[in-house]
């Protein structure tokens, strides 16, 4: 069984310009999360999206950051005009429907680099 | 403080010996979780416990939990070379339990 999978491991884009995270989960998950991990600390919350819907974008800067998860494909976290604290790695990861105590399966992350 | 603080941030001990790291956290909680994590890699689950529980064994692992106190442990016996990585803990809060809160990790190294 495939984990969860994200693409690309590593971005690197100038300062102005648009970033698009993916994350597939895995099989027969449909609870996606992403958090963003900066050098030498934890992972920080960004939102919480099941097929179609947002659930929980608490943790999502108010601008410039948006993400879905379509009924086809990949979710999609998107980072528009970028700037230099936007570095860091970005982890996705999934769970099972209506888990509530079930571990999350995590990405290798993408760590993205802006110049 | 944040919620899900790890103890101590850097820990080396030589492999044979065992690990103890702990966490604290500040809201009440419907789980914690432990992770591990390799260098440049994703995070892996090593266990959950809930609330009610207080105890929990996974070979080598075995992680307590101390809701009166907001606290949990996780101890490694016989540490190997392998088990070299960053560990954190995570809470899901009874509000919020899809999302977890993260400490700043223990960076655990064993000396061969």
């Known amino acids: 069984n495939a984990g969860v999978m994200q693409n690309p491991r590593h971005l690197v884009r100038r300062r102005g310009q648009e970033a698009r995270l993916r994350c597939s989960p895995m099989?027969?998950?449909?609870?996606v999360y992403w958090y963003r991990q900066l050098p030498e600390e934890g992972l920080k919350f960004m939102v919480y999206?099941?097929?179609?819907?947002?659930?929980?974008e608490s943790g999502m800067p108010k601008e410039r950051f948006s993400a879905e998860f379509p009924k086809e494909g990949p979710s999609i976290l998107r980072i528009q005009q970028v700037v230099r604290g936007d570095s860091a790695a970005y982890f996705c990861?999934?769970?099972?429907?209506?888990?509530?105590?079930?571990?999350?399966?995590f990405g290798d992350g993408t760590r993205l680099s802006i110049l | 403080s944040q919620q899900g603080e790890e103890d101590p941030q850097a820990l080396s001990i030589q492999e044979g010996e065992n690990a103890t790291m702990n966490c604290s956290y500040k809201?009440?909680?419907?789980?914690l979780q432990w992770y591990r994590q390799n260098s440049g890699r994703g995070l892996v689950h090593l266990i959950l416990?809930?609330?009610?529980?207080r105890e929990k064994h996974s070979g080598r692992l075995r992680v307590t939990l101390d809701t009166s106190k907001k606290s949990s442990s996780l101890l490694i016996t016989a540490s190997r070379a392998a088990d070299t990585a960053s560990y954190f803990c995570?809470?899901?809060?009874?509000?919020?339990?899809?999302?977890?809160?993260f400490g700043q990790g223990t960076r655990l190294t064993i000396n061969p």
């Open positions: 990861a999934s769970s099972p429907e209506g888990q509530g105590n079930q571990p999350q399966h």
């Open positions: 099989k027969g998950h449909s609870h």
């Open positions: 999206l099941q097929k179609e819907n947002i659930i929980d």
């Open positions: 809201t009440s909680i419907n789980n």
């Open positions: 416990i809930r609330s009610n529980e």
């Open positions: 995570a809470t899901a809060n009874i509000q919020g339990a899809q999302k977890l809160v």
